[in-house]
């Protein structure tokens, strides 16, 4: 028996584990470069936006009566210089000696650099970045043009600076160094437990199946915790099911088949015995005596014959050659292999005709078949009637016969191959007890309905029905 490796790489719960713990790693990894290597330039860019959305914000208060109070509402909020120049460069906004000291003005030079670009291009914003020399820290400016108002240009310039961050990169660092410590270990455990249990029920179930592979046929498969493991243990109990069904119909077959072959091969040597040592010069006895050696032989050639039927069967019936032809000429040619039974005082009766596009062969084994079944259950009265019923654009035909009839609760089982087989082991006159299993099939194949109506001590009528087809060489009958 093939061991388990301790660490099968092909494993679900291996998998399952690698594949959570590189998710947690990732996550960490992508963790550690947005708070340490891209920090500066997202700081930065969060800047840049801030003072935009606050310079957009201004520039649509400029003209209200409350223009003044929104500066300086957002110079002290925000913390950010705020300043308004005219067209001449100087400076409008604040006024206060003290602003002046905590907000530098733009230089002529800089308004000039900054400003008038906005008017020869025609832009209504603009935004500057400058790195200090020797510094890490940078400055960001925006400027607008305000408007006109009594004839005098205004702009904005609203100013603030990127401070260095690698003092909060420091304390990030060693903050992320711990909580990924912490991570890993219960990323680890957390995995390694959950991956357990996702493969635990898959882990029972091949325990399982290897118990049904030794042929313990009682085992049961257990469901889980989930969903797709519930439908998988449905599965394999119904596949568990039918293996254990297939096996005793295999018994069964064997035993019925031993039976079947036992019986006209003792037959056979019996009265091959007979014929050596009693009547090898009675003439009239000897062929008494062959004539039943004959009939045996013919009932293991019928065997022997449904037997292969059955195989070809389970193995698919192949393609329908489908033709037209006559049903009563066709049951007529059936009846003819039962023409030993009259003496023994059956009578078989066609009532109507029809004719019916299938596969001529296959219907000829569906007659036999539905024939011999009625031949072999017939009681005192040793009748078979046969009809043959169109109808619009449909053709039926019947077989009933008036033996001991089929109980209800066991109607439906009839067409199941072995089905007879498992009810007794009596020796039927003409067929083997496959045939309504072989039936079933050929009308699938055809898409023919069929079906059987039967009363207990009344008798049985198994039926078939089909698309009804004119005759070539007769003229079509109006309805």
Request: charged fraction near 30%.
């Amino acid at each position: 028996m093939k061991r388990h490796k301790l660490f099968d790489e092909k494993s679900i719960r291996v998998k399952f584990w690698m594949y959570f713990s590189g998710m947690a790693i990732f996550i960490l990894a992508l963790l550690w470069l947005l708070q340490t290597v891209f920090i500066n330039s997202f700081y930065k860019s969060m800047k840049i936006r801030d003072t935009e959305k606050v310079g957009r914000a201004v520039t649509r208060e400029f003209g209200k009566s409350d223009f003044e109070d929104t500066l300086l509402q957002y110079s002290f909020e925000r913390n950010i210089s705020v300043q308004v120049y005219n067209g001449d460069g100087s400076l409008v906004f604040p006024l206060n000696p003290l602003d002046y000291m905590y907000q530098p003005m733009l230089s002529k030079d800089d308004f000039f650099t900054y400003f008038m670009p906005l008017l020869r291009n025609n832009k209504a914003e603009a935004t500057y970045v400058s790195d200090y020399k020797n510094k890490e820290a940078s400055s960001i400016l925006y400027v607008s043009y305000l408007g006109e108002q009594a004839g005098e240009r205004f702009f904005l310039a609203v100013t603030t600076n990127v401070d260095p961050v690698d003092s909060t990169v420091e304390i990030l660092k060693n903050q992320l160094f711990i909580v990924s410590i912490i991570s890993m270990i219960a990323a680890f455990f957390f995995s390694y437990y959950l991956s357990s249990r996702l493969a635990r029920p898959l882990s029972d179930m091949a325990k399982t199946a290897r118990a049904l592979g030794r042929g313990d046929y009682n085992v049961q498969f257990k469901e889980q915790d989930y969903t797709e493991i519930n439908d998988l243990a449905k599965t394999l109990n119904y596949a568990t099911g039918e293996l254990t069904e297939a096996l005793e119909m295999r018994k069964d077959l064997i035993a019925n088949v031993s039976h079947d072959f036992k019986t006209p091969l003792t037959v056979i040597k019996s009265y091959g015995e007979m014929i050596r040592d009693i009547s090898g010069d009675n003439k009239e006895l000897r062929d008494r005596h062959t004539q039943t050696i004959l009939e045996e032989v013919d009932y293991l050639t019928d065997f022997v014959n449904d037997l292969l039927d059955l195989s070809r069967v389970e193995s698919g019936l192949g393609e329908l050659h489908i033709e037209t032809f006559d049903l009563k000429a066709l049951a007529e040619e059936v009846l003819e292999r039962f023409k030993n039974l009259k003496n023994s005082g059956y009578r078989f009766i066609i009532h109507g005709e029809g004719t019916i596009a299938a596969d001529r062969n296959k219907i000829r084994q569906v007659i036999y078949n539905f024939v011999s079944n009625g031949v072999n259950y017939s009681r005192d009265k040793k009748q078979i009637d046969i009809y043959i019923i169109e109808y619009r654009g449909d053709v039926t035909f019947c077989v009933r016969d008036y033996g001991r009839g089929i109980e209800e609760d066991g109607r439906e089982f009839i067409w199941d191959r072995f089905y007879r087989g498992r009810d007794n082991h009596e020796r039927q006159i003409v067929g083997t007890g496959l045939g309504l299993f072989i039936c079933k099939n050929i009308l699938e194949l055809h898409g023919f309905e069929y079906g059987v109506k039967s009363e207990v001590d009344v008798g049985s009528t198994f039926y078939f029905r089909g698309p009804r087809k004119e005759s070539e060489s007769t003229p079509a009958i109006e309805e």
